[in-house]
């Protein structure tokens, strides 16, 4: 009964952070340059624990989009790495991202505080 409650609680998390993940990986990228695997460490310290399985096919998307550009490059003697960048687009997405993000997440402490927007 309770793994059936706390299954039913983490699902809503879960989508949660599948809506959020793109923005937050495109914002580590806006900080500077870097690669996947790196993405996918940061991803983990900061608590939102990803697989490359998901990371690396976010990128590629991200891609696509023209929301980062890539490079090749050569660190020492381990092998070559895949280096992301920002683009321009793609700092304009994350702008926006943030402005409703913002307006999100004040809406919906407002909702789970029992209050709304029009109390004065």
Same mark, same amino acid.
């Given at each position: 009964?309770?793994?059936?409650?706390?299954? &039913?609680? +983490?699902?809503p998390? #879960?989508?949660? $952070? %599948?809506? =959020?993940? &793109?923005?937050?990986?495109?914002?580590?990228? =806006?900080? /500077?340059?870097?690669?996947? @695997?790196? #993405?996918? %460490?940061?991803?983990? &310290? !900061? /608590?939102? +624990? +990803?697989?490359?399985?998901?990371?690396?096919?976010l990128?590629a998307?991200?891609? $696509?989009?023209?929301?980062?550009?890539?490079?090749?490059?050569?660190?020492?003697e381990?092998?070559?790495? $895949?280096? @992301?960048? #920002? +683009?321009? %687009?793609? &700092? =304009?997405?994350?702008?926006?991202?943030? !402005?409703?993000? $913002?307006?999100?997440?004040?809406?919906?402490?407002?909702?789970? !505080?029992? /209050?709304?927007?029009?109390?004065?």
């Amino acid at each position: 009964m309770l793994y059936n409650a706390l299954m &039913e609680l +983490t699902n809503p998390l #879960i989508q949660i $952070k %599948k809506g =959020a993940l &793109e923005f937050c990986v495109l914002a580590l990228i =806006a900080r /500077g340059e870097s690669y996947g @695997y790196e #993405i996918v %460490k940061v991803l983990d &310290e !900061e /608590g939102l +624990t +990803t697989p490359e399985g998901t990371v690396y096919p976010l990128l590629a998307r991200l891609q $696509k989009e023209a929301l980062v550009t890539s490079s090749w490059r050569q660190m020492g003697e381990g092998n070559p790495r $895949k280096y @992301y960048q #920002i +683009t321009r %687009k793609g &700092e =304009a997405a994350l702008a926006l991202f943030r !402005e409703h993000w $913002k307006e999100f997440v004040n809406t919906v402490d407002l909702i789970l !505080e029992g /209050g709304t927007q029009n109390d004065g």
